[in-house]
């Protein structure tokens, strides 16, 4: 899968996530700063949440320092559903429900063990294509149009 990863900071959480999004087969995508040097979480996660859009990634995984702003960029691209998540069990069901294709995360919250549970969850849970459940993902993209 194509996975785009982007970040304000890169700190340790990022560099963990990145290889176990590659020890999974990934092929990664990483819009954000190199080093010390920091990011506006706008445009990065803009960047990743729009390849998505385009087909050029298959799903996103965006990062901030509460990880709510990375959200609400990334919700703005038309055809993105990020879900905040600071659990697996919120991912699991932003995948189950909500047909999530980027998923978000806290700089400042997600401990590295707590990131792989997520990651873990994230790509193992189907999206639901139970027909109440796709009635709502269909209703969420008439309110995009």
């Known amino acids: 899968m194509r996975i785009t990863l982007s970040t304000d900071a890169r700190t340790p959480l990022v560099d963990a996530i990145c290889a176990d999004l590659e020890r999974r087969?990934?092929?990664?995508?990483?819009?954000?700063?190199?080093g010390d040097a920091e990011a506006d979480w706008p445009a990065v996660t803009r960047q990743a949440a729009e390849?998505?859009?385009?087909?050029?990634?298959?799903?996103?995984?965006?990062?901030?320092w509460t990880g709510?702003?990375?959200?609400?960029?990334?919700?703005?691209?038309?055809g993105i559903r990020a879900a905040l998540c600071h659990d697996a069990e919120t991912a699991r069901g932003a995948r189950t429900w909500n047909h999530?294709?980027?998923?978000?995360?806290?700089?400042?919250?997600?401990s590295i063990p707590i990131a792989l549970e997520i990651l873990d969850a994230w790509f193992a849970t189907p999206l639901s294509d139970?027909?109440?459940?796709?009635?709502?993902?269909?209703a969420i993209?008439?309110?995009?149009?």
Request: glycine share 6%.
């Open 100 to 110: 999530a294709n980027a998923l978000a995360l806290s700089l400042r919250l997600t």
């Open 51 to 64: 390849a998505v859009a385009r087909g050029e990634a298959d799903e996103a995984v965006v990062l901030c």
């Open 141 to 145: 993209r008439a309110m995009e149009a």
């Open 25 to 34: 087969g990934h092929t990664v995508a990483y819009f954000g700063p190199a």
């Open 130 to 138: 139970d027909p109440w459940n796709l009635a709502q993902i269909a």
């Open 68 to 78: 709510t702003g990375a959200s609400i960029a990334a919700n703005k691209v038309r």
